[in-house]
C-alpha cells in the first residue's frame, strides 16, 4: 500500500482513498492501538473532549473549539467528513492545517501505518479512518496542541477516536442512522455511542429519548461516572431570532447567562451551544465560563453548510441534513432564519439512508424538488430518487436533473421566475453539501484550495474523498420551542 513515494497531495489523497473506505466497517481498535503504540501514545499527549451522537456533533465540536480558544487554548479539532478538502478533517486552532503539513505528517507516520498494515490485524489492513485518526493524533501532538476535540465518526466503542480516553464524553441527540452497523432502534444505537464513557471521565448528556437515556444512565453507572444532563445540570433557557442569528440565554454553571448572540439559525443550534459550553465547563472541572468569553467565542463560530447562505439574489442555502431527525431541525430552521415561498430543493441523498422517510420531511415545505446526485458510487441516482419522491409529492413537484451544478443553475433559474421571496436549499448529503459549496463558495475563498467536481462532461470520480456522508454527520436535533425550565426530556433522566 505505501510501496511508493508520494510527492504530492493528490496522489496522499487518493493512496488514502484505495484503503478500506468508512463506510465499510472493521469494527476493532486492534490496528489503531497498534499504531498509536508505535507512534508513542500521542493520543494521550492532552485532555480530550470527545464527541459523539447522530446529530449535532460537528457544530458542537466548533463552538467547543471556539469557547476553548477564546481561554488562550491552541485546540486540535479532529472532524468528520469533510466538504471539499481531506485537510478540513484536521484542524488547530480553528483552521485546517496546510497540506503541505498534512503530508510532511503522512510521509512522517507512513512507515508506521506500513508495519500494521503487513500484520493484517484480524485480516484487516488499516482503513481510510483509522490511518487519518492516526495522522490527527500525530499532528495534535507535534504542534503541540493543549486540548484535542474528537469528534466520531461512527458509533463509539469501537470507533477509532475511542482508542483515546475522553476527559469530558460529550453525546448529542440519538436517533436512527447507520442501521445497519449500529442497530435498529435508538437504544440498541445508543448502547454502541454509549462506549465513549468511560472510567474517570464526565459525560455531558444531551436531551434524549427515554429510552436512550435509559441507556446512557446505565452506562454511567456502569463505569462509576456522575453525568451532567441537560435540563436538570446544563441548558437552553431562552432564545429570539435575530439579524444574522439569534440571542440566546442559557444556564450554566454559574446559573443564567443570556444576551449572547449566536451567529447560527435554528434552535438546535443553541441547545449545541448550551451542551458545548457544559463540555468546556467540565474540563476545567466545573469552573464557570465568564459571560464575556462566552460571548467573544461565539462571535466568531462558523459552521459551514449548516443552513449557510452562499448566494443571493436569488438567495441559495446549504445544508448537510441527511436523516429525518435533521431534516426536521433543518426545515425549521429554514422556515424561522429565511421564509423562502416558495422553497426550490437541490435534493440528492446516499442509499444507505432513510430516503423515504428523509425525503417526506423535506417535502412539507418544498414547492419544487430538483433530484440530483453526488459525485459518489453511493448516491442514489437521480431517477431513483425522483420516483420515490414522485410517490410522496406526486409527478408536477419533482424533477430530475442528475449533475449538481445543472441543478444548481435549474433551481436559481425557477426562483428567478418566482420572483421575491423565492429561495433555494441544497441538501441531502455531505457530499452534496460540500460539492455545492466548492462550485458556489469556496473558489472565492483566500484561505484554502478546493477540489473541482465537475470535469467535462462527465463526474470526475477522484474527487470522491472517501466517505463523504458516510459518518454520523452533522445536522442536528429537533426540539420543542422552550420556555424557562420546562423542558420536552423532563423525566427521562430520572
Known sequence: MLGRIMSTHAEIVSELNRRWPEQQIAPSLARIQALV?????????????????????????????ALLRAQGLRTGRYASPHLTDLTERICIDGEPVSQERFDEAYADIAPYVQMVDDQAIEGVAMTFFEVLTGLAFAIFADAPVDVMVLEVGMGGSWDATNVADADVAVVTPIDVDHTEYLGETPAEIAVEKAGIIKVGSVPVLAGQAAEVAQVLMARCAEVGV????????????DRTPAVGGQVIRINTVAGSVGD????????????????????VEALSGGRPLAPDLISDALAV???????????????????????????RATMAAMGEAYGFAPLIGVVGMMADKDIEGTLAVLAEDMATILCTQAASARAVPADDLAEIARGLVGEDRVVVVPRLDDAIEAAIALADEAGAG??????GSVALAGQARGMLVAATSPKRPTVAVAVGDSWDDDVELAGWGSMDDDDDSDADRLDGDDRAIDGHWA
Request: glycine share 10%; with cysteine; aromatic share 2%.
Open 37 to 65: 503504540e508505535l507512534l508513542g501514545d500521542p493520543q494521550r499527549s492532552c485532555p480530550v473532549i470527545q464527541l459523539t451522537g447522530t446529530n449535532g456533533k460537528g457544530s458542537t465540536a466548533i463552538i467547543v473549539d
Open 260 to 279: 449572547l448572540h449566536l451567529p447560527l439559525y435554528g434552535e438546535h443550534m443553541a441547545r449545541n451551544t448550551a451542551l458545548a459550553v457544559a463540555a
Open 301 to 327: 463560530v462558523e459552521a459551514p453548510a449548516r443552513t449557510e447562505l452562499v448566494r443571493t439574489s436569488p438567495p441559495v442555502v446549504l445544508d448537510t441534513c441527511h436523516n429525518p431527525h435533521g431534516a
Open 226 to 237: 456522575a453525568p451532567l444532563r441537560e435540563g436538570i445540570d446544563f441548558g437552553l433557557l
Open 422 to 427: 423565492a429561495g433555494v436549499l441544497v441538501c
